[in-house]
């Protein structure tokens, strides 16, 4: 068993599959939330805390006034 399998949290977000219901995969898995593969697991993704998005959008305005016409982030 891959190591990742032993975290609870990561266990509660395996969404299991077959290899038919892989390839009709969509970004949303059975239950409606997003969901992405990693080293061949599909996990729910985790939702962005307020301070992920208050660092994101201070580095994209920063980022963002510092290019030239023409470039965007």
Known sequence: MTAILEIP??????????????HRL????????????????????T???????TITSLLYKLISAQLPNGFSV
């Open 9 to 22: 949290e990561v266990r509660r977000r395996i969404s299991p599959l077959t290899v038919e219901e892989y």
């Open 26 to 45: 969509d970004e949303y898995n059975e239950h409606g939330r997003r969901a992405e593969l990693i080293r061949g697991i599909v996990i729910e993704k």
């Open 47 to 53: 939702s962005k805390s307020p301070l992920h998005r």
